[in-house]
Every structure is written in structure tokens, then in C-alpha cells.
């Protein structure tokens, strides 16, 4: 099966910066995939490069089998919803949603009616007289989703749209998207900063830094097995144990990554483990972040809420199951 | 003494003492009344504009109310439309659709030349070019208006440096043969409308850069992006996105470049016929002529015309983009 969307190492140099750097990248058709990374590492140029704003320096890129090195985006059957909306201000949200139908020539009427079903689409049916100026944040967000979504896009490309919005406005955005995504089985692309919606909403996340690719996989992958110390880390804030701290419990000499909430923490005087002491302690709501000190090794524990808990300072045991300690394919 | 000391034998107040006298006094009444500040503000420019300005623009109106007396040329203080039905006698009517003909014209050409600077300006330069832009555009307005037209006389006569480039180039027969034609042409550039309006346009340019310039800034780029995105080609981006968006822009150095050519009196005086312009006319009107009606009422021409301009414009819905 072609791939949606297809880099063959791939590279887009600004001067002296790679801002991405012999990328191979393959996207399944009908898959709803994320490209996670802190700011700088790539993801957003790897997706305007699938959009057309950018051309590789090197490499190919194909979408659904056709080559798109030196096509403009305006011949790419791809469409993006723009990290601040981008949305027309001098057009009326029916007349922004029906933009792209009306640049390819579809007849008024026609146009207006697709228009208009697309913002029932995305829940915002009688909106098509008002100003994207009058709209909200999260109101804007959908205008920009529906415009981008009645052209019929091969590939979404959806660069951080959430990032803008308030906590449980994204929460209910993140179950909207994945849910209109599975309705419409269009190949979603998207970008974000955020772990947490990377490994929610994605059926594949792909970890950048450095303009690099660190690791593709699900979720669970990404999350249970990092391959390397940054990934760890960037996903879900492992405790990323150095390679002898690793040997005394695995027998091989290489880093290791622990889960928060797979620790363990008891009182001091019970059984065998690793001794450290508590630091400082978190109130997340749900659970307690504690941070600790294994003799110099700074860990993180996640306990459920409402378990006894010692003072700080105080020297607590840690315990954890072996399988959960997993090991990195990154050299000691 | 210890800073521990002093603080602990003074402890700080919670609300500091006011620095006293008249300006502690007029600080205070400032941060309490802020809308007393703004009158007081406003209030010099508003009483220049309002007297001075909009005031003499009143007199000057009234003044096209009155009619003068054609055999002791004293005017009659009676009021009467007389002296506007003398604006549409042939001779007057000409100057006025040959002015308005002229500002149109040299609008449009200034909005075709300033669109790709102001574009260039307003997305592509940065820094020591952007410098460079504001410099070049603003450079010929710090030199004096009149040493301008006359160095164009010079650039545009017949044994000017225009004539021997062409000549250089082959090129004459082109220049001969657009100075044959009836209207455009005459004797050499120099002195005719062609010549007006190459520097009519030269002249007001900057006028029409600026705020398209301006107007261009604004533009997000990521909406020439979403465009490009949805699948309009340069050509529709053109004229469904920026183009409406520069609009304001545009229509506001329109203003300027129309206005200034309706009522400038000095360039087509030295570089062009001498068939006259409106400016021309109400400076002979008032002053050889001493017909100061007929004067005033050529003057409520442009305003007019201005006038109608904007409501087209904003019917247009050239502001809807602010």
C-alpha cells in the first residue's frame, strides 16, 4: 500500500540550521498521526513541507505515491489548519469556509451549501453571517478545522490548534478532532508540543528534537518503551537512570528508563530497594508527584492521592517490578 | 546602623506620602480625573482645528455663496448660486474635468508603481533594506518641492537627458511619435500633460507608498499561506486576499495623491500646457481676477468630488478590513 505521506531522508537546511535533518518518515492512509517535539526540533517544518510552504533541501517527499518536490501548495490536494487560525478577516466565516471551493471555480449556490454543512461539522450550524472577529478562540478553531475540511484534504495537516485554547476547551477539542478524524478517515497530521495530546489522540506519534527523528510508534511504545535518554524524558517525564544505576538491577550496563507511577515508595525500616530520601512533594489533584533523592540520583515517584505519606526529608525505600524498568537502545 | 535596624525601628507604610506641592497635587488630580488630563490635552489642537482650521474652511465656503459684481467687480454680499452655475460655463467645466481626469489618472499610476515597492517593503525587507526603503522613499520628499519641478523641466525638455537617452537608444521615433498624439502630446514632454503627469506621479508617489506600505504590514503572512493552502494560485491570492486587505491602504494614499493633485497649482504651471488646472484657476480667480466667489467655489470642487470618493470607497467596503 502507498504510504500517505512519504520522506525519503529528507532534509531542509535555513543556512547553517538543519531544521530537519535526513528525515524517513512514513505516514498510513487513514491514520491519525502525530509529530511531537519541544519548539525548534522540526516537527512544524516537516509539516509545512508536506503542505508546500517549504521545499527540501534534500531528499524526496511523495504524497499518496506522487513525488511534490517543486509543487506549489496550491497544487497539493493537502490542506492545513493554521496554528492561529488564519483565518480571512475581511470574509464572513461562510464565505472563509467556502474560500478554497470558491478559488476552484464550484458555483456559488453549490459552494455556500458545502460551506455550510461543514460548519454543521464542526458545530457551529448559523455562524456563516458572522466576522472571525466575533468569534472565540475555540469558535475560530472549528471555522478554521470546517475550511480546511470542505475541500476534502487527502492529508489534514493541523499545526498545534489547540495550543491557543484554555484546558477543557482542548479536551473536548481532543476527543472532537479524534472523533471527526475516525468519522471522516482522513489521514491526520499533526503537530504539537503537548505529550499528553500527542499520546491521546494519536494513533502514531513520531518524537523529533533536533530536527531529527527520535522514534516512531503508538503511544504505548513511545510511552512504555523510549529508546532514548530524550525521548524518556520529552514523553511523560521518565526517570532516565544512568547505566550503572541500571546494572545492579538488570545485569547490563545501559540506560534505563523507570515511569513515575511504577515506583513504589514505603517507609524506611521495610524491606530491600533503593534508599532515598524525600525532597519535596506535589499536589496534583488525582495523584502526589514526589521528587527524591537515591543518593544523588534525582528520581520522581507518582503515588495515588490520600496515601500516608512521610514527612520531607525523611528516608524512604524504593521498590519497583523489574519488567518495568526498561532499557534503552541509546550506547552507555 | 543596620538596614535590619531601620527597618524594624520604621516599618514602611502601606500608602506612601504624596510628594506635595502643586505638582503632587495636579499628579493626584490627573490619576483620579484621567478624562480632565485628555480635555486639557486636546483642547489646543482642538480649538486650532475647530478655528482656525475648519473655521476658514467655513468662510471659505460661504464666500462661494456670494457673487461678484461684473462691472465695478465688488462683491455681492447676497447669497446665491449663481457663481456655481458659472463653474459649469465650457471654459470652467474643462478645467475641472481636465484636473479630475488628471488626478485619477496620476492616482492610478502611483497605486500600480507603489503596490511591488510597498509589497517588497512590507514582507521581504528587513533591517539595513527596510532602512534603506523608508530612506529612498522619504529622501525626495527632504528636498525642496520646486527644485524638483525644475530639475524634471530640465529632465524632460527637448534637449534634456530623456531626449538623448532615447536618441542613444534609437528610441526617439517612440517619443515622437507619442508626442504627436493629440491631447498627451505637444512640442516636447516638457510642456505637455504627459510631462504633467510623469511628475505629478513622481512628486506624490511616496504619498501612496507609505500607507500602502502600511496597510501591507498588517497582512499576517500566514494568510497569503492559507490561501496558497486552499488552492488559489499568486493571481487569486492577488485579488481575493491581499488586494482587499491593502485596500484601506490604498484608498487612503488615493486620498492623498487624488487631493493633492486636485489643488496643486505649481507643476502643471511650470511643466505642462497652458491650458489651466483647478488650482490654477483659484489662483488667478483670486488673485488677478479678484473674483474671490468664483475662487471659493472652485475650491469646493475637490471637496466634493473628495467627498463622493470616500462614500464610494466605504460602499466599496474599503474600511471593512480596519
Known sequence: MTSAVSFNQVSRHFGSVRAVDAVDLEIVPGEFFAMLGPSGSGKTTCLRLIAGFEQPTAGSISIFGERAEGVPPYRRNVNTVFQDYALFPHLNVLDNVAYGLMVKGVGKAERLKAAEEALSLVRLPGYGARRPGQLSGGQRQRVALARALVNQPKVLLLDEPLGALDLKLRENMQEELKSLQKALGITFVFVTHDQGEALSMADRVAVFNDGRIMQVGTPEDIYQRPNTRFVADFVGSSNVLPPDFVQRFSGQHRWGSLRPESIRVSSAASGDGVAARLIGTNYLGATTRLALDADGLRLHAVVPAGMALPAEGEAVMLTFNRESLHLMDEPA | ?322
Open chain 2, 1 to 322: 546602623m543596620s538596614l535590619d535596624a531601620a527597618i524594624s525601628r520604621a516599618p514602611a507604610p502601606a500608602i506612601l506620602p504624596g510628594s506635595g506641592g502643586l505638582r503632587g497635587a495636579f499628579s493626584d488630580l490627573f490619576w483620579r480625573r484621567p478624562k480632565f488630563l485628555l480635555a486639557l490635552m486636546l483642547l489646543p489642537p482642538l480649538l486650532w482645528l475647530g478655528i482656525v482650521y475648519i473655521g476658514s474652511l467655513i468662510a471659505l465656503l460661504l464666500q462661494s455663496f456670494f457673487s461678484i459684481d461684473e462691472f465695478s467687480g465688488l462683491i455681492n454680499r447676497q447669497f446665491t448660486l449663481k457663481t456655481y452655475g458659472d463653474l459649469f460655463q465650457p471654459a470652467n467645466l474643462d478645467i475641472i474635468l481636465r484636473t479630475v481626469t488628471m488626478a485619477a489618472l496620476v492616482t492610478f499610476a502611483s497605486a500600480v508603481i507603489a503596490f511591488p515597492i510597498a509589497y517588497y517593503a512590507a514582507r521581504y525587507a528587513r533591517g539595513r533594506w527596510k532602512a534603506l526603503f523608508y530612506l529612498g522613499v522619504m529622501l525626495p520628499l527632504w528636498s525642496s518641492y520646486l527644485v524638483k519641478i525644475y530639475a524634471w523641466k530640465l529632465i524632460l525638455a527637448k534637449e534634456g537627458i530623456l531626449t538623448w537617452l532615447l536618441a542613444k537608444l534609437n528610441l526617439l521615433w517612440l517619443l515622437d511619435a507619442w508626442l504627436s498624439l493629440p491631447i498627451v502630446g505637444g512640442n516636447s514632454l516638457s510642456v505637455s500633460f504627459t510631462g504633467t503627469f510623469i511628475v505629478f506621479v513622481y512628486v506624490w508617489l511616496p504619498f501612496m507608498i507609505l500607507p500602502v506600505q502600511a496597510a501591507l504590514e498588517r497582512v499576517p503572512g500566514n494568510l497569503v499561506e492559507a490561501s496558497s493552502d486552499l488552492g488559489a494560485s499568486p493571481g487569486q491570492t492577488f485579488r481575493n486576499v491581499l488586494f482587499p486587505l491593502a485596500l484601506p491602504g490604498i484608498v487612503a494614499g488615493s486620498i492623498f495623491t487624488f487631493s493633492l493633485t486636485l489643488g496643486d497649482y505649481i507643476i502643471p504651471q511650470i511643466i505642462g500646457t497652458s491650458r489651466l488646472f483647478i488650482g490654477q484657476a483659484v489662483y488667478s480667480q483670486q488673485g488677478t481676477a479678484g473674483n474671490i466667489p468664483l475662487a471659493a467655489a472652485f475650491t469646493v470642487v475637490p471637496i466634493v468630488i473628495m467627498g463622493f470618493y470616500l462614500w464610494g470607497a466605504k460602499r466599496m467596503g474599503a474600511f471593512d478590513a480596519l
